[in-house]
């Protein structure tokens, strides 16, 4: 990575599907870099994926940025972190060009991970990444002044029974980023916290609407 970049653990899949979107995999709280593996390979066999470990520690566990208690979020860490994986993102590009060149990169982030992504997108570092997913994530920040996200596609996928993010807070966050100029797809699926495979069917769908709009007409 280049000078002054932070340092992430991480670990980078290659893929072997010809043109397929890469994905920058965000793991939830307490997680890591491999978590989220899995749930790539489901939701796009073969492509590439970029997935890094959250360098914020709370007890045992991997996080993306600093929290109070459940629900206070430490909104001057986050902006900081958010700030630091967009440059980590650019650094990484750009070591795994000879990889990524060419292909969209799509954040697909699970709880805290669709958090820092969205955080990401709303602090104005939406050039970080070129859609993004986001499972079970709420609103954290608002939109930094005069922010245009100029149609970034995003898929909000929340659960209708979710005891961690409450839907005011799900539908809040969908409300700012389409005010913020994002192309927002908003799902409620009957499900919890956890993620099920109605969450792979909706990322795939939408994976597979991003192909179909890149494509040569």
């Known amino acids: 990575m280049a ?84 440059a980590w993102i650019a650094a990484a590009r750009q070591e795994h060009r000879d990889a990524l060149a060419g292909r969209p990169l799509v954040a697909i982030g699970y709880s805290n991970g669709a958090n820092i992504a969205a955080a990401m997108l709303l602090a104005g570092h939406g050039g970080a990444v070129d859609a993004a997913i986001l499972l079970r994530a709420q609103h954290t920040l608002d939109a930094a002044a005069g922010l245009d996200l100029l149609g970034l596609p995003v898929l909000l996928a929340s659960g209708v029974t979710d005891p961690v993010v409450p839907a005011p807070e799900a539908a809040r966050l969908a409300a700012t980023l389409k005010a913020a100029g994002a192309a927002v797809t908003h799902e409620t699926i009957p499900a919890g916290h956890g993620l099920d495979t109605r969450d792979v069917a909706l990322a795939k769908r939408f994976l597979e609407g991003l192909a179909a709009a890149a494509a040569p007409g």
């Open 3 to 86: 000078a002054g970049t932070e340092t992430l653990a991480y670990v980078f899949r290659p893929g072997t599907a010809p043109r397929a979107p890469a994905l920058l995999a965000l793991h939830g709280t307490g997680g890591d870099e491999l978590d989220m593996l899995p749930l790539a390979s489901a939701v796009a066999p073969g492509t590439p994926v970029l997935s890094p470990r959250g360098a914020v520690r709370e007890g045992a566990a991997n996080r993306w940025f600093r929290r109070f208690a459940e629900g206070v979020f430490d909104l001057d860490d986050l902006r900081r972190r958010a700030a630091d994986l967009s």
